[in-house]
């Protein structure tokens, strides 16, 4: 019995929006991964917790956002976890959870400098495949260094959470920034 490969695409997803679902649908549809599964993140060791809008409504926008889509699924394994979350305590706890899977890290380009600085590094470059998607700016390290990395050719994608939030507090539009369902849900 083969075994399958599942990716995940961890984050805030404060919100979710376009651009997290564009990557997703080619991770789950142009490589060879059975699913994609987004980690909704508590709270991401590198974020100020108070930036974040409450875990419950963060995961509640990408389930409505993946409503319909077979091969995305949220995530809620880290919400069990001790904050901060790591990213190979995260993986710990899916294997101990899905023995028969392969979990295979999604990264934008602009975090792949930083991994070897990640909690328990050498063992998430040893034990993990990595996929890496081109962010706008980031110039890619030495690959040599990273063995189990390949890079894919995503759509190359500049919209952030961080965008929507703003043009949020200013009144603007953030019509096809996020699916439709989480539109309307940031504007009740």
Do not use: C
């Not at 997290?20 to 590198?46: G, K």
């Amino acid at each position: 019995m083969s075994r399958a490969r599942v990716g995940l695409l961890f984050g805030s997803f404060n919100p979710v929006h376009t651009g997290h679902l564009i990557l997703a649908e080619y991770f789950a549809t142009r490589t060879d991964l059975a699913e994609v599964w987004l980690v909704v993140t508590p709270h991401n060791p590198f974020k100020a917790a108070a930036d974040l809008l409450p875990d419950t409504e963060r995961l509640r926008l990408v389930e409505l956002a993946l409503a319909g889509n077979p091969r995305l699924r949220a995530e809620t394994i880290e919400f069990g976890l001790p904050r901060p979350s790591y990213t190979i305590a995260t993986l710990d706890a899916l294997r101990r959870r899905h023995p028969t899977t392969d979990f295979v890290l999604l990264m934008g380009a602009d975090n792949l400098p930083g991994l070897p600085r990640w909690h328990e590094a050498s063992r998430l470059l040893a034990e993990f495949d990595t996929y890496v998607y081109p962010r706008p700016g980031a110039p890619l390290p030495d690959l040599t260094l990273f063995r189990r990395v390949q890079v894919m050719a995503a759509p190359l994608l500049d919209i952030s959470a961080t965008y929507i939030r703003q043009s949020l507090r200013m009144g603007h539009s953030i019509r096809y920034l996020v699916p439709a369902a989480v539109e309307a849900a940031l504007l009740k």
